[in-house]
């Protein structure tokens, strides 16, 4: 089934809008170049010249040309050694932005009586503080391994398991859903690269924003031009 143009960029599959946002119950976003404006692991890389390294195969990953995503990442973290925490926290402060149209969707979802997910195959040093800036409910990413104030270049385990990849989005979303005691066809997926495609698939509701062509190919809904808040001429 291909894709109508309901509106200018803004493409439908399978979905007869207008939908009732209020008929949802989560909403799960990924988080890098779908709530943010950047892929983090790139812009860290940039603190020891190496962004064009990491950017490739960040690139390819998310076009889904990587078959071992957990491994693509573990390459990428190894190439972030040394990096001070400080250069972290400036790129939060001075290049990270939200995506236009975010913070609105995400009000409109939460006076919806929706609950929010962020999962990311990022770090919790960027998600923790979109988290909070956003006022979400839940989120699971990576965390980066610091001794003293500089990474080492790995991650570190935590009780869900190692990395956030595809498998885990779509887990993460699948446990929610049974946490806030709601079928996955009462979800919403946000998000851009082929990692995002697991828990897309198990959602009610998929949207593509600004994604990689394998992504807006299978999502019900694909934002192509404008804001996130472009979700809200569907949603009523």
């Known amino acids: 089934m291909s894709h109508t143009e309901f509106a200018p960029g803004l493409m439908v599959r399978g979905v007869n809008p207008p939908l009732r946002l209020a008929d949802y119950r989560l909403a799960a976003f990924d988080m890098d170049s779908t709530l943010i404006n950047l892929e983090c692991v790139d812009e860290i890389a940039s603190a020891v010249g190496k962004k064009a ?9 998310m076009r889904g040309e990587i078959a071992d995503y957990k491994e693509s990442l573990r390459q990428r973290v190894a ?34 009586g929706l ?5 990311s195959g990022g770090f919790t040093f960027f998600t923790d503080r979109v988290k909070d800036r956003l006022k979400l409910d839940f989120a699971r990413s990576n965390v980066l391994e610091i001794e003293g104030d ?15 990849d595809g ?18 066809g009462q979800a919403i997926a946000v998000g851009d690269g082929a990692n995002d495609l697991p828990m897309m698939g198990v ?9 990689k062509p394998a992504v ?12 996130m808040d472009r979700l809200l001429e569907l949603l009523r």
Not at 216 to 227: C, L, N, P, T, Y
């Open 53 to 61: 390294e990491v950017a490739a195969i960040t690139e390819a990953a």
């Open 216 to 227: 807006r190919a299978q999502a019900k809904v694909s934002i192509e031009q404008g804001g």
């Open 167 to 184: 498998e885990e989005k779509r887990r993460t979303l699948l446990q929610t859903c049974e946490q806030l005691g709601i079928a996955p």
């Open 79 to 112: 190439l972030l050694r040394g990096v001070p925490v400080s250069a972290m926290q400036a790129i939060y402060d001075e290049r990270l932005q939200l995506n236009p149209g975010v913070a609105t969707f995400v009000a409109a979802c939460q006076a919806a």
């Open 150 to 164: 500089t990474l080492t270049g790995r991650m570190v385990d935590q009780a869900w398991g190692d990395i956030v």
């Open 203 to 211: 959602a009610g509701l998929s949207v593509a924003y600004h994604a």
């Open 115 to 119: 609950k929010t997910l962020l999962v």
